[in-house]
């Protein structure tokens, strides 16, 4: 099931693919990517938090989620779906200054389920393909400042690393055991971004349903992809939080349900919007949408 792919290649075809469906790559010219365009906008119109007739409990509240990608030192190697470490420590400071506090996905899923509070602006931050940058940069950072994230790893592919020694951030992803360190204090999340699903080999696209294949049979798939990361997750001891993020943002109508029969529960798409989430309706859970973080844009938040 492991692949042999060289690890450049694994990155290369990572970042040359990204994780998005609807936003405009513009990637190093060796990576032969093609251009889409597309805008990515924050929903100014999108309700404001409301509170229980008679409380002060917030049942109505607005959820802006964060995607990045790298993290780079090296402005010449910045791209759509690479920033600056320099900007990186920008969107901190102006997320503080806009009294946004960064959440876990554990809290989001507990107000969602159980009414639990959130903090009055929350903001999720989310991080695809769990790149080594991450913990080199960015989790020295959100330590400190006592924020959180999301980090997406892709089974394989954190295997992979964990069995060679190459640290070469242009591409490097992190280790089990890194993961590990930043899961055990806290810092971040580490989801499944599938064990062996971000590919668009054999006729599938991400976690997406084939044409053709039946419900059985792509039920199948899912459910084995998700039991090598449980084991995975199990092997590396790190908690199996129940969140998918969707492979390049490709899903399907059956999608959702499938992935809640499978214990799922919350998924990130690539839907450039703000979350409009209400206690007691798990149902936007499923479908969480982001904004993609590019260079050269102000920060999609009010």
């Keep these: 099931m492991r692949k042999t792919i060289p690890p450049l290649l694994v990155i290369l075809l990572l970042l040359s693919a990204g994780c998005v469906r609807d936003l405009s790559p513009t990637l190093?010219?060796?990576l032969g990517a093609a251009s889409i365009t597309a805008e990515q906008t924050a929903a100014s119109t999108a309700a404001k938090p409301t509170a229980v007739p008679g409380t002060t409990a917030v049942q109505e509240l607005r959820l802006p989620i964060l995607m990045y990608h790298q993290l780079t030192t090296k402005p010449e190697r910045t791209h759509e779906l690479c920033i600056t470490l320099e900007l990186f420590k920008q969107d901190l400071d102006e997320i503080e200054k806009k009294g946004y506090t960064p959440v876990s996905m554990a809290?989001?899923?507990?107000?969602?389920?159980q009414g639990k509070p959130l903090p009055p602006k929350p903001i999720v931050l989310s991080f695809d393909?769990?790149?080594e940058s991450f913990y080199v940069?960015?989790?020295?950072?959100?330590?400190e400042r006592k924020m959180h994230a999301t980090l997406a790893v892709i089974g394989w592919v954190a295997d992979r690393f964990s069995k060679v020694s190459d640290h070469r951030l242009k591409y490097s992803c992190c280790t089990w055991e890194q993961l590990r360190e930043m899961a055990e204090d806290g810092t971040a999340e580490v989801l499944s971004h599938s064990w062996d699903l971000h590919?668009?080999?054999?006729?599938?696209n991400g976690a997406a349903q084939k044409k053709g294949e039946s419900i059985e049979d792509y039920r199948a798939a899912l459910a084995e992809d998700m039991e090598y990361m449980h084991k995975a997750f199990e092997r590396a001891k790190l908690p199996?939080?129940?969140?998918?993020?969707?492979p390049y943002g490709a899903f399907s109508p059956d999608s959702a349900e499938i992935l809640r029969s499978l214990g799922i529960r919350?998924?990130?798409?690539c839907d450039s919007r703000v979350n409009i989430l209400r206690a007691g309706d798990t149902d936007a859970l499923m479908r969480l949408g982001r904004f993609n973080r590019p260079p050269g844009k102000p920060l999609p938040i009010e």
Excluded at 266 to 269: E, G, K, M, R, T
């Design 266 to 269: 919350a998924a990130f798409q």
């Design 137 to 143: 940069y960015a989790y020295p950072l959100l330590k």
């Design 28 to 30: 190093p010219a060796e």
């Design 107 to 113: 809290q989001v899923i507990d107000f969602c389920e």
């Design 199 to 204: 590919t668009m080999e054999k006729g599938r």
């Design 129 to 131: 393909d769990g790149y």
């Design 240 to 246: 199996d939080v129940p969140v998918f993020v969707y």
